[in-house]
């Protein structure tokens, strides 16, 4: 069969689509009936109460984005031109692009193995430098990737020894928990986002959780243009538009009611791909520590090529492709990214080489089993040993 034909006849898998619940539309209907299209309203609310309730945080504001809720955090802590920010160099770009927006340093710290997170030793490191220069950084930017918690006991620890301020990017970790406690519900301020890749979707969106009310209205200030309390339109601060709108809102809601079951799907998926590819040699799945429980968001494995016969991570994502079956490298670290050349970084090689090694597999909790075994057929092939004659 060409390739071509091959590729036609085998439906795309994808890294992870948005899988609905069938509630969603009750939610957007009433919005609809009674009017309510606008970025507030009864879902909104709902959706912030069920996003405290679930995760254990005292207040919430449902927002336009995650990244949306990362910049106004970094505006509620002060972050202004010339600040120090500290943050996880292995993450997506959203996680540092709000320091540039306000004009701050990103300053990237390294990841350590166990979680693939930020290192809390070379986190130590790079207060002390900055502490030591009279530069305290203003906040530290905190990712549990791929669902998996940081080491909150260490990293809370070092930012409680200076009084810096944890802002904590729990995009991929709803219902993710460390020592039985929810991510998001750690920093003094946390941020979730309902993407349409993440574990939940409103197809856009996220919200921004604190214990600190103050904080909480105050983002909702802000996200709504920073209207003074007045008949007409006043403004004494600079505002943004990013609330959530009531209709993506709704959708929040009906996804909110599955989301256990959307972890149990994707730690299902992980343990399947364990259970038959963890024996190759070389692989190496994202370890969980002790009281960690992970979502799963996605499922990820690092494989050294020359335990694994020369086979590297490009090597399987290429076949996979080839089977229409999408795939993805790990993060690529910020401080390796081309706008973020300049800026400086904290340890040594632990996110490159995961960058380097790592593979994110289809991971949606609309998989079926059917779908995995293919992944799963697909990576096993390249490991075959060739048949002679
Ligand atoms: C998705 C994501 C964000 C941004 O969320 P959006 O809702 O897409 O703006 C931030 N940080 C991390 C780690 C993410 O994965």
Not at 7 to 24: F, V
Not at 222 to 232: E, I, M, N, S, V
Not at 364 to 387: H, K, T, W, Y
Request: proline share 5%; net charge negative; charged share 15%.
């Amino acid at each position: 069969m060409l390739y071509a034909e091959l590729k036609m006849t085998k439906p795309k898998i994808w890294l992870s689509s948005p899988h609905l619940s069938g509630r969603e539309q009750v939610f957007v209907n009433e919005a609809f009936d009674n009017n309510w299209v606008a970025p507030l309203g009864p879902n909104v609310d709902g959706l912030e109460r069920d996003l405290c309730a679930y995760v254990g945080a005292g207040h919430a504001a449902a927002l336009s984005s995650g990244t949306a809720g990362l910049h106004l955090a970094l505006v509620m802590l002060g972050v202004g031109r010339g600040d120090v920010v500290l943050c996880q160099s292995f993450t997506f770009s959203a996680s540092a692009n709000p320091i540039a927006y306000q004009g701050a340093t990103p300053v990237f710290i390294d990841s350590e193995p166990q979680t693939w997170n930020i290192c809390p030793e070379a986190l130590e490191t790079a207060i002390k430098f900055y502490v030591a220069k009279g530069q305290k950084p203003k906040a530290v930017m905190a990712v549990h990737l791929y669902g998996m918690p940081a080491q909150m006991n260490e990293i809370m620890a070092v930012c409680a020894r200076y009084e810096i301020p944890i802002v904590e990017d729990a995009a991929e970790a709803l219902g993710a928990s460390y020592g039985g406690q929810k991510m998001g519900s750690f920093g003094k301020i946390g941020v979730l986002s309902f993407n349409g890749n993440k574990i939940i979707t409103t197809s856009g969106g996220g919200a921004l959780l604190s214990d600190d009310e103050s904080l909480v209205q105050k983002a909702r200030f802000l996200a709504t243009q920073a209207r003074d309390a007045a008949p007409h339109y006043q403004h004494s601060e600079i505002g943004y538009n990013y609330r959530m709108s009531n209709i993506c809102a709704g959708i929040g809601r009906g996804q909110m009611g599955v989301i256990d079951a959307r972890v149990a799907a994707r730690r299902a998926n992980f343990d399947f791909y364990q259970r038959n590819l963890g024996h190759i040699d070389g692989l190496v799945f994202q370890p969980q520590a002790e009281g960690s429980f992970s979502n799963r968001w996605l499922s990820c494995f690092t494989l050294d090529a020359t335990q694994a016969g020369g086979v590297g991570r490009e090597s399987i994502r290429l076949a996979l492709e080839a089977q229409n079956i999408e795939s993805r490298p790990l993060w690529k670290p910020m401080h390796l990214q081309p706008i973020f050349a300049d800026a400086p970084f904290f340890g040594g090689r632990v996110c490159e080489q995961l960058f380097e090694n790592g593979l994110c597999l289809p991971s949606g909790s609309n998989l079926e089993v059917s779908d995995l075994q293919r992944v799963v057929d697909g990576i096993q092939a390249i490991f075959m040993p060739v048949a002679s004659n």
